[in-house]
């Protein structure tokens, strides 16, 4: 009887105080900053009316959008180029726009309530483009421990918490290790993006692995370099098959 008075008590006031953080501080558009609708979500109309999706014409390795007709070559030119050790890599989105800003507002400014925004994007992704493709385990790309100490959180476990969820499937924090901190990969130049990433991961699996399907999780491709230098070493400590996803991924910089 108590906790039902309690309850009902409660509530009211929950809304009251969740109104009140509405009317003071009002969702606002991740990269616009106007004021959202009720029935918008993250980002405003106008700026989503932007969003380049990647579907259908992509390459069959790197996922990099392709044009053409439907039976051209499904590689991209810059794949020959690339020592790939991951078995393919897919992206849902451009990095650029209203997109651009809102990853750097996920990662930089903790608006946490995006990576829910963002896993729903990459699981409409999965379901249309990678229709009857079934994962074992989510293994997000490590922060280095100084970079997670700093920012308090890893955008790409947030992110794959939920996808994780979503799919169905483990998600596996413990396997892969940054050993050492790198700079962030779009502030070098091409020639030293690679060795920036170079034994700069561990991989150990901890729990019984058998030939299972890796999706490796990011936030963004630029080039690749990352999610090839984790691929290399999760193949080296008996990995079968990775899938490296990303949100979002820059194209001009490959
Ligand atoms: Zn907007
Ligand atoms: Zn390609």
New binding site residues.
């Given amino acids: 009887m108590l906790r039902a008075q309690k309850s009902a008590y409660e509530n009211p006031i929950r809304r009251i105080y969740e109104d009140a953080l509405a009317f003071f501080f009002p969702p606002m558009c991740a990269s616009c900053k106007e004021r959202l609708a009720p029935d918008e979500d993250i980002f405003c109309g106008s700026c989503r009316s932007g969003f380049e999706y990647i579907s259908k014409r992509f ?1 069959d ?4 959008p392709i044009h053409g007709a439907p039976n051209e070559e499904k ?2 030119r ?2 020959p180029a690339l020592p790939v050790h991951f078995t393919r890599a897919r992206a849902a989105l451009l990095y650029q726009g209203a997109v651009a800003d809102g990853i750097i507002a996920f990662k930089f400014n903790r608006r946490l309530e995006m990576a829910e925004f963002f896993a729903r994007t990459l699981f409409m992704f999965i379901e249309t483009e990678m229709k009857g493709v079934r994962f074992d385990v989510l293994i997000p790309v490590p922060l280095h421990f100084l970079r997670f100490f700093h920012r308090g959180y890893n955008q790409a476990e947030e992110i794959g918490r939920i996808l994780a969820k979503m799919l169905g499937i483990p998600l596996w924090t413990e396997v892969l290790s940054r050993r050492r901190a790198t700079k962030p990969q779009t502030r070098l130049s091409h020639a030293k993006r690679h060795a920036n990433v170079r034994d700069a991961f561990a991989a150990r699996f901890t729990e019984p692995y058998s030939r299972a399907h890796i999706l490796l999780l990011d936030d963004v491709y630029t080039t690749g370099n990352t999610l090839n230098a984790c691929s290399k070493v999760l193949k080296e400590a008996g990995a079968w098959e990775i899938t490296a996803m990303t949100v979002c991924r820059a194209i001009k910089s490959d």
């Fill in positions: 390459c390795l790197c996922g990099a590689r991209c810059n794949c």
